[in-house]
């Protein structure tokens, strides 16, 4: 038997937060508990079917069954650049401002990869996504967290970061509509963003994952609408939300071709690109109108409208979100006026509600305090969640 040992940086992985709540999560399932599951950022509504028929079609043609090129067919990337054009009105150029990705995680989790290496910090905004401190870790460069806090609108405050940090820094991660505070970018924070990486020198990576989950008509925009956000950065896009595609991995990045070109080296020396027929879905997909997506907005809006009215009239603070399809609230004082911890109150509301919602706290540190709910099941049982919680609260 030899001894097998985990090389560190798996080793130095951050402890699994919900570790705990998974566990708690079985033992509540197996306890036949009826469990209403907020927790998870992955819809419950099905792919359109005419992407679906996108993808049958294109399967029975065997020329689509052969390794795809690693930076996406021609076809995909020009269906990329003409809806950025119709929805940002943004310009691409499809050969080289275009890469195709297995899901925007794989782009993520690859891009430090190519800029940051030992000696080197990334930037990341934090409550966040976790694969942007560990795709940092992974590369051997310093994580810095970018703390998102409710009196600054949940955005960065890029002048807090010391000099000397901000010179070591090659890339940043941002996010907007952000996942999981539900912020949007304002005006004036994206140009804010361009001075600061033209100032140190840092490539700008923002995961615009949520850009279509809007409400009320307040389209968010893309960072790359910002004057000179193409010389300093690109954007992280992704079908899965969208177009309930969690499960196609299928997503897309866009804006500067050296950095482009840097992630797309990487890529070609770790993988093949994205199944040809998952990319003429994904074509079918984009050109997808709102008679089809306008009715899934709505959907969202509507489950969004009950849990923030919900939550109110019993007390818990929400942040009504103007896009994605999570509330953001804050974990609610105890009789003895302390609050409660993300993990506590986590706790409480599985055992007492049978409610499972995400602790903060799981999203980086400075997302104690607060509770993420997903918007992943339908007005009924999120009816229920909030008569559950009232009860037991
Ligand atoms: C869901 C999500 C992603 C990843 O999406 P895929 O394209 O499915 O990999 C990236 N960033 C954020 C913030 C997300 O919530």
Redesign the pocket.
Known sequence: MIRIELASRVRNLPPYLFAEIDRLKQETLKAGVDLIDLSI?DPDIPTPPHIVDALKKSADNPAHHRYPSYEGMLSFREAVADWHKRRFNVSLDPRTEVLS?I????G?GHIPLAFAEAGDVVLYSSP??P?YPVSALFAGAEGYPMPLKEENAFLPDLKSIPADTAKRAKLMFI?YPN?PTSASAPDGFFKEVVEFAAKNNVIVCH?A??SEIFFEGKRPRSFLETPGAKEVGME?H????TYNM?GW???FAVGNKDVLAGLGKVKSNLDSGVFECVQEAGIAALATGDDVLAPLRNIWEERRNILYEGLSKIGLHAIKPEATFYLWAKCPGTSSRRTLDSRAFSRLLLEKAGVLATPGVGFGAAGEGYIRFALTTDVARIKEAVERIKKAI
């Open positions: 950022g990705l899901g925007s995680k794989e993520i966040g996504y694969v996010n996942n995961d994952a949520y992280f992704s079908l899965s939300k969690t991995r299928l997503g």
